[in-house]
């Protein structure tokens, strides 16, 4: 049974084997294996259910190749095992256009299909059989489609929430002025931390990073004034921000009290364009938000019961069911409440994106997409078929975490992709870029293989699952051009030999981090030695902000989340110390600093140089998170943690001001003066 079960495990794409952090190689548990095949449905207890899960997953796979294939722009693709033959045979476009080939028999006996010029979705037909071909440009849009002739960019990275305004968090009213703000100061690209649908009727669930669905918009985000007329939006809420931290468990239900004011005057004196502009976002929208407008009335109404639709009464989890019915006839106005809120937010962010454009921002807003989704969101409620329902999604044991992570997430089927034509990853995308000039991918290793365990089991307990990465980087490279953005993945961490190149040869923009550019003794590596294709930072959310680092404020974070005890103190701190030291000798040899290394109490003359450092790197995006180009000490998250740590609840002082200040006004000169927009 042993070779059997590595046999199936095989042709479902599990890894029975894995490399850990240090280059050792791991073996998984037969007993990981057959729970996580058992949770993907191929039972595997006995040699006859071995056999017919091979069996199924093999006619599974035939299946989806004689439906759906991907090919590249200028060359031949061999159509495995479809049924289609050498002859004669029609391409259809997406457009209607239609046009006669010949399939060709390849060198190795499959059916070629010849090369096709121009890029899109068609579908091939030859007698009774069809099948969608997606034709995908060479590379993804990139830095030189957005800004002909230039080399070097340069942005900032923003938490939405953490935006001044005049309400208790940012919203997208607040991105179109900071847009406006950044436009002014010759940046091109603003990117933004995730702004996916979240859990309305539970506020306290608010990181960004455990959306319900990636297919819909945080409402909270919605900005009235952006859409309505003044009369409609009326008073703004009082603010509710304690010590500089967001309140969110009051603050969402004060918004969201207000929007449905505004819904009730909307309803009673809104007329003409604004009511057909909403109609039309409705029915475009289509039975995908109807489902979802329809999870979060549910889940406002069984909010007590928790945030995920497993703990309503059983005849409200599947959105066919009798009950659920009932309750859309009773409650449509609700359910209306809840699309005019999708339509407010999906108007303000777009307007956003245009006033980056109209300022002058070669890219505009950089989208965050998340890894996953909530089990117990609206994605996994309306649609679970196409979810890795039962397995959570993580990481293995490295350095960091000893014991692996385990985000909490699931994510999308690659045998359900595969299965649908990868329409669910393709809505997703289409999700993410229509309001913007880029994405971010987050954990972009996901294209590849994700990190799967079985729930309960822990994070060490779990194996890799291998997900079709050349069709899914030639999707990303068809629907990047056609919204001409650029693509950027964070491909921090373990990285398996080779995805990099294969991320740069997909013209996929990778991230490099100044704390992790190191060479082999530790010295960080001269601005002018990065790599090109990258993205160039000095932090992101999940690491400490550059005055943090260099107090060693992460330092006193990690002793009191991880308990330590005092002799145990000193060793990072002296590490830490040493550390500096190289920093800031890097600092001086690329002349972005001068004199002695400043005492750990002084951070703001290494903001200042880390700021020069990442300008004058060779990367061709450079981006500042603005608590770095503030200077402030506090990261926006520490990640295995919930609630010791402010995560995502840090406000930002109001910014138009702040630009004024001698070091903040110094630091946005130096990214002007080493990368001009012309």
């Known amino acids: ?389 039962g397995l959570g999604v993580g990481a293995p044991p490295d350095l960091i975490n000893g014991d692996g992570q385990d985000w909490g997430l699931t994510a999308l089927s690659p045998f359900a992709l595969a299965a649908s034509g990868y329409a669910p990853f393709i809505a997703t995308l289409r999700a993410a870029l229509r309001h913007a000039g880029g994405v971010r991918i987050d954990h972009v290793l996901g294209l590849a293989r994700l990190w799967l365990v079985p729930q309960g089991a822990g994070a060490t307990h779990g194996a890799y699952l291998r997900f079709p990465l050349e069709d899914l980087m030639r999707i990303i490279a068809l629907e990047s051009h056609r919204y001409r953005a650029i693509v950027v993945g964070e491909d921090l961490g373990t990285v398996p030999d080779g995805f990099r190149k294969t991320l740069r040869d997909g013209g996929l923009l990778g991230m490099n981090v100044l704390w992790f550019e190191r060479d082999r003794r530790g010295r960080f590596i001269a601005p002018d030695k990065w790599p090109a294709h990258r993205l160039a930072l000095t932090s992101t959310h999940d690491l400490p902000t550059v005055a943090g680092w260099w107090r060693g404020r992460d330092c006193d974070w990690q002793d009191d989340l991880n308990g330590r005890a005092a002799d145990a103190r000193s060793a990072p701190r002296r590490a830490r110390g040493k550390d500096r030291g190289k920093l800031w000798d890097a600092f001086v040899a690329a002349d972005c600093a001068k004199g002695p290394l400043p005492a750990a109490a002084d951070p703001q003359p290494a903001v200042d140089a880390a700021a020069a450092f990442v300008a004058k790197t060779a990367c061709t995006l450079a981006v500042l998170p603005l608590e770095d180009l503030l200077g402030r000490d506090e990261q926006p998250n520490i990640p295995g943690t919930i609630d010791k740590h402010p995560n995502w609840r840090r406000r930002l002082p109001d910014l138009a001001e702040a630009l004024g200040e001698p070091s903040v006004a110094g630091r946005l000169e130096t990214l002007r003066r080493e990368r001009p927009r012309s």
């Not at 579908?123 to 230039?150: C, H, W």
Request: proline residues 6%; glycine residues 8%; charged residues 20%.
């Open 1 to 389: 049974m042993a070779d059997q079960l590595a046999e199936l495990a095989a042709a479902v794409g599990l890894a029975d084997r894995w490399t850990d952090f240090a280059g050792q190689s791991r073996e998984v548990a037969p007993v990981t294996l057959r729970h996580l095949l058992t949770t993907l449905g191929f039972p595997c207890d006995r040699p006859a259910d071995l056999t017919e899960s091979l069996r199924r997953i093999e006619t599974m796979r035939a299946d989806a190749a004689s439906r759906f294939a991907t090919a590249v722009v200028g060359h031949a693709t061999a159509l495995a095992a479809t049924g289609f033959v050498p002859g004669k045979a029609q391409l259809i476009h997406e457009d209607g256009a239609l046009r006669d080939l010949r399939l060709v028999a390849g060198p190795d006996g499959r059916t070629r299909l010849p090369a096709i010029r121009e890029p899109g979705y068609y579908r091939l037909e030859q007698n009774a059989r069809s099948m969608t071909v997606a034709v995908a440009p060479k590379r993804a849009y990139g830095i030189a489609d957005a800004a002909p002739g230039r080399t070097k960019l340069w942005g900032v990275a923003a938490q939405l929430y953490s935006l001044h305004g005049p309400l208790a968090f940012g919203d997208f009213a607040d991105l179109a002025d900071l847009a406006d703000l950044f436009a002014a100061q010759g940046a091109d690209a603003l990117a933004i931390s995730p702004v996916h649908a979240l859990f309305p009727g539970t506020p306290s669930r608010y990181s960004p990073y455990s959306p319900a669905t990636r297919l819909f918009l945080n409402v909270a985000y919605a900005a009235p004034s952006l859409v309505l007329r003044p009369e409609i939006v009326g008073p703004m809420p009082r603010e509710t921000v304690d010590g500089g931290l967001i309140d969110w468990p009051r603050a969402v239900p004060e918004k969201l009290a207000w929007l449905a004011e505004i819904h009730a005057r909307f309803l009673a004196q809104a007329h003409g364009e604004l009511r057909d502009d909403l109609a039309a976002f409705r029915q475009a929208g289509g039975q995908a938000l109807e489902r979802h407008a329809l999870f979060e009335t549910l889940q406002m109404h069984f909010a007590d019961r928790g945030s995920g639709w497993q703990a309503w009464p059983a005849e409200f989890h599947a959105p066919d069911d009798e009950a659920v019915a009932r309750f859309a006839e009773a409650h449509g106005i609700a359910i209306e409440f809840h699309v005019f809120l999708q339509w407010l937010a999906e108007r303000g962010l777009a307007q956003a994106q245009e006033r980056a454009k109209r300022g002058g921002m070669a890219i505009g807003l950089v989208a965050d997409l998340a890894i996953g989704m909530d089990p117990g969101g609206s994605h996994a409620w309306s649609r679970p078929e196409e979810l890795l329902m």
